[in-house]
T-cell receptor
Framework: GEDVEQSLFLSVREGDSSVINCTYT??????LYWYKQEPGAGLQLLTY?????DMKQDQRLTVLLNKKDKHLSLRIADTQTGDSAIYFC????????????FGTGTRLKVLA | DAGVTQSPTHLIKTRGQQVTLRCSPK?????VSWYQQALGQGPQFIFQ???????QRGNFPDRFSGHQFPNYSSELNVNALLLGDSALYLC?????????????FGAGTRLSVL
């Protein structure tokens, strides 16, 4: 079946790098996404990666994809207090459905 | 350029009542998806509308229904509300067939069922 798992919490010091991990089970996953949710707000798209890519970098964000192990990670360089939020990993497949399957979210706390 | 807008922001209902939530997609988008996010959970897919038809449906009962209008805006209706329907309801818009299938989310409607 389709399942996406994430660790629940991560705490880092301001200026350090954060790495948020995600595993998924659907081998037909085509696109994988990272969204950020701040308290009381909707989801903000941070970045996405196509399944034929291994890595994607966008300013402070680096996404790594290990398709063999079905493992996705998001690295945030020079983490700031404004990065404190919940981060969701999501996947979709083009094999007949375009719905997103989300993980339970990782709460990132950045300590000053 | 307005993003995805949802109304109302907050809603309080009692068990057994019916509710309608509204969504206007991002300019240029023709597809609307609805998600339910319970407290402490990730969003769960309810259904998706394109060309005024329900294209995909998640594991939600028939009490959840929707509609898409010719201007691509959409409504989510929930009948016979249960306490467990209390959640943040998120609308997402996208462009059908767009490479990347990227969905842009609104701020959500928080529904409380008492």
């Amino acid at each position: 079946g389709e399942d996406v798992e994430q660790s629940l919490f991560l705490s880092v010091r301001e200026g350090d790098s954060s790495v948020i991990n995600c595993t998924y089970t659907d081998s037909s996953s085509t696109y994988l996404y990272w969204y950020k949710q701040e308290p009381g707000a909707g989801l903000q798209l941070l970045t996405y990666i196509f399944s034929n890519m291994d890595m994607k970098q966008d300013q402070r964000l680096t996404v790594l994809l290990n398709k063999k192990d079905k493992h996705l990670s998001l690295r945030i360089a020079d983490t700031q207090t404004g990065d404190s939020a919940i981060y969701f990993c999501a996947e979709t497949s083009t094999s007949g459905t375009y719905k997103y399957i989300f993980g339970t979210g990782t709460r990132l706390k950045v300590l000053a | 350029d307005a993003g995805v807008t949802q109304s109302p922001t907050h809603l309080i209902k009692t068990r057994g009542q019916q509710v309608t939530l509204r969504c206007s997609p991002k300019s240029g988008h023709d597809t609307v998806s609805w998600y339910q996010q319970a407290l402490g959970q990730g969003p769960q897919f309810i259904f998706q509308y394109y060309e005024e038809e329900e294209r995909q449906r998640g594991n939600f009962p028939d009490r959840f229904s929707g509609h898409q209008f010719p201007n691509y805006s959409s409504e989510l209706n929930v009948n016979a509300l249960l306490l467990g329907d209390s959640a943040l309801y998120l609308c997402a818009s996208s462009l059908w067939g767009d490479r990347g299938y990227i969905q842009y989310f609104g701020a959500g409607t928080r529904l409380s069922v008492l």
